[in-house]
């Protein structure tokens, strides 16, 4: 059985000033040695300093999203080699956010994954349904192309993270059943593995995001091939995010 590291990744999406970083400072005392790795990516406003508070810790940091050129005339857009120079290991790409307000296409995804992989990036692919998608019973049909569409050949179980959230779950409260996570979770596995063989497939890290709290981590880290959290709202304060931390720290085993 491969074992894999397990990822505790936050997404600050759209929030955090410069005081916010006090909660790095807190979280990073809290876990000097964790069973299991920890990231955060906050908006690239604060990513130079994130990354500064952050050094000589535990926590990785990463952006939310990359351009999929190395340079060039592409008003307010970043890099993924400025992601670097700003301390990321990480980037999220192709957060259903991002799909959403943005109009991302899966193929822009993959040449944005391209860019991270060759930037040295660990590229943190989002993947996920809508409510009306899963209700109309198209939850592996739409994830196994998002899949398909968003990852670049060149991966490994050291540049490649896949976040499943689906759409409906994020913000919400809501969260599938377990048995839902898992179903998706175990499809990803087997898509992983076809696609890129047993010793691949069976490296990349598989999280769940949507709704994660506290309150439901211990319970979703129990499902087979979750392999870690990708956490918005939850992630903001230590004193939420340390908690989920521990309880994937317990998952670990
Ligand atoms: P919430 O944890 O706030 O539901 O957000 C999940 C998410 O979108 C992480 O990328």
Redesign the pocket.
Known sequence: MTTRRKLAAG?WKMNGLAADLAEVTQLAQAHPAPGCDILLCPPATLLDRMSAAARGSAIATGGQDCHARASGAHTGDISAAMLVDAGASHVILG?SERRADHGETSAQVLAKAQAALSAGLCAVVCIGETLDQREAGETLGVIGDQLAGSVPEAVTGDNLVVAY?PVWA??TGKIPTLEQIGEVHDFLRKDLVARFGETTGNAIRLLY????KPANAAEIFAVANVDGA?????SLKAADFSPIIAALEASQG
Do not use: D
């Open positions: 997404n957060h959230e994020i913000g995001g949507g709704s994660v990708l956490v918005g709202g939850a």
